[in-house]
């Protein structure tokens, strides 16, 4: 099956620094990649839609200057913590998607864990 | 936008009980994903249903999609401790606006007690 990978797999940072998260689909091109974040003992929120080539389309009550997405090429997509704080610490999924239509498979990344102290 | 709501929230079963696991949706579903994951770690895909009626397994979880697709559950026959994480349903739609996104359902944590 499709791979994608994420990376870093976990990051430590000082609150105030941004921090760089990479989503990569490995053998396959992906048209549209998603970012969810993910608390303790809850479901993964979807937070922004990215298509190759064009802006983000955030989902609301996320903040787009916070959480900057860069979909610069069929193949990788970053999503850049901002001023990161310890409230952003989280586990951060992408996924990524190579066509159209409701029935196309989603690949999931691994997973970043991030944490602010 | 559509909604993907999973009862129970949580759930704990003795080891060889059976249980299920709801998925509701406040739309029509055109296809429904069935994942398990532990927090900290990624998904692990159990099985997709398209059709209205649709039933599948694997060793020993079954899902089902109802006629109307708007619910699905999963069923775990004879529990074990590995079973044990959290369950998401998963779903794609397309926007009004045109555009496509992939939601989750709210999740269920399920712990299996040997």
């Known amino acids: 099956g499709a791979v994608v990978s994420q990376h870093p797999s976990w990051v430590i940072c000082k609150s105030g620094t941004s921090v760089k998260i990479e989503c990569r689909s490995l053998?396959?091109?992906?048209?549209?990649m998603f970012w969810y974040r993910q608390f303790p003992k809850q479901s993964l929120m979807l937070m922004a839609t990215?298509?190759?080539?064009?802006?983000?389309?955030?989902e609301q009550g996320v903040e787009k200057d916070k959480f900057l997405i860069n979909h610069a090429s069929l193949t990788l997509s970053t999503l850049t913590v901002t001023s990161a704080h310890p409230e952003d610490s989280s586990f951060y999924i992408c996924?990524?998607?190579?066509?159209?239509?409701?029935?196309?498979?989603?690949?999931f990344g691994p997973g970043t864990r991030l944490t602010v102290l | 936008s559509q909604e993907l709501e999973q009862s129970p929230q949580s759930l704990i079963v003795q080891e060889g009980k059976n249980l299920t696991i709801n998925c509701t949706s406040s739309?029509?579903?055109?296809?429904l994903y069935w994942y398990k994951q532990k927090y900290g770690e990624g998904l692990i895909f159990l099985m997709m249903?398209?059709?209205?009626?649709e039933e599948k397994s694997h060793e020993k979880i079954t899902a089902k999609l109802d006629e109307k697709k708007q619910q699905s559950s999963l069923h775990i026959t004879a529990s074990q401790p590995s079973h044990a994480g959290i369950y998401l349903c998963?779903?794609?739609?397309?926007?009004?606006?045109?555009?496509?996104?992939?939601?989750f359902g709210t999740g269920t944590r399920l712990k299996v007690l040997a």
């Open positions: 739309k029509t579903l055109y296809g």
């Open positions: 998963g779903a794609g739609e397309d926007t009004t606006s045109g555009t496509y996104k992939y939601i």
């Open positions: 249903l398209q059709k209205g009626g």
């Open positions: 053998d396959f091109q992906a048209t549209t």
């Open positions: 990215s298509n190759e080539g064009s802006k983000a389309t955030y």
């Open positions: 996924s990524a998607r190579t066509g159209q239509g409701a029935y196309n498979e989603q690949f």
